[in-house]
């Protein structure tokens, strides 16, 4: 019985392991990310797309897009049920607490202008700008979107969210034979974009 248990394991490829436990963690990981915004889901997402790139299983890449958009979808339709839950409640709720604490007056001005300029196209664009996400999404509620008109909107934003860090975990995995090292330069290269725009403001407020 134990030699064909031992023997059982050692069929089983690696990469069948990999994609067993990577798959189902990227989508809980995103999902979580999107709740609380403090996982830097861009850099699983890139990190996810170095492992598939140097895998040989069809539809690795595919899998890694789908998988990632479908769960930050999914996140950032639940955080915006759970912001219109706490707008009409006269206590608010923590959720939108914590919408509120990430979206600084001056970032939620600009975006609820832009919003009444420019509608969707607005929410498609703050996932891909840095701490974007946020602000909009605070914007949308603020101005009583319907869920069903924000989930309209997030559609294409998740979309586009997962193919550009997917682009930059391709990249990354094309410049190293080792996927380890990839994963290094693409996690490094996620967090630095996504930091550097706070870092900017700061240093601007500072200086006046």
Known sequence: MRDVLAAAVTTVPPESTQQALGYPSLFLLVLIGALVP??????????AAVVAFHQTAPFS?????????????????????????????????????AIRDRAPEDRLAQAQEKLAEHGVAVLVLSRLVPAGRIPVMLACLMAKWPLRRFARGDVPACLAWAA????????????????????????????????????WRRLRSAQR
Do not use: C, H
Request: glycine share 12%; charged share 10%.
């Open 38 to 47: 403090v996982v830097p889901t861009g850099a699983l997402v890139s990190s």
């Open 164 to 199: 550009t860090y997917q682009l930059i975990g391709v990249a990354g995995g094309s410049l190293f034979k080792e996927p380890w090292e990839g994963v290094v330069a693409v996690v490094v290269l996620t967090v630095v974009i996504s930091v550097a725009p706070g870092l």
């Open 61 to 97: 890449m595919v899998l890694v897009f789908v998988v990632a958009a479908f769960a930050a979808f999914l996140g950032d339709v639940a955080l915006y049920w759970l912001g219109r839950r706490g707008m009409k409640s006269k206590n608010g709720s923590r959720w939108l607490a």
